[in-house]
């Protein structure tokens, strides 16, 4: 993330979003959605995939939602989802940013510090 940036991904943002990808449920899903041909799948197609309750895909997918990692689409009597690949790229940018931002501080040696 540079200062010329348009729209910066704030860390309030990124914490969130980490939050939502820390749990390898939720990244399972979002794997199974980025694979769709059709680019959209419903939560029946996900349950379809995992061996969890249709109940705690949908938390999982309530999670992802919440963080704008995926849009929900509405098709007839069902909700599709799909991911939201500019907000991940959002997020590559920012933790890009981030970690080079890390790097470029010093280490601190225990003489500099007593």
Excluded: W
């Amino acid at each position: 993330m540079t200062i010329n940036d348009p729209d910066p991904m704030h860390d309030d943002d990124i914490a969130t979003i980490m939050r939502a990808m820390g749990h390898p449920v939720r990244l399972n899903i979002l794997r199974i959605l980025a694979r769709q041909e059709r680019g959209e799948c419903c939560c029946a197609d996900v349950t379809d995939e995992l061996t969890l309750a249709q109940s705690t895909v949908s938390q999982h997918i309530k999670v992802l939602l919440d963080a704008g990692l995926i849009e929900r689409r509405p098709r007839g009597t069902r909700n599709c989802y799909i991911v939201q690949h500019e907000r991940l790229a959002a997020l590559g940018a920012a933790y890009t940013g981030m970690i080079a931002e890390f790097g470029n501080v010093a280490p601190r040696l225990e003489a500099e510090t007593a």
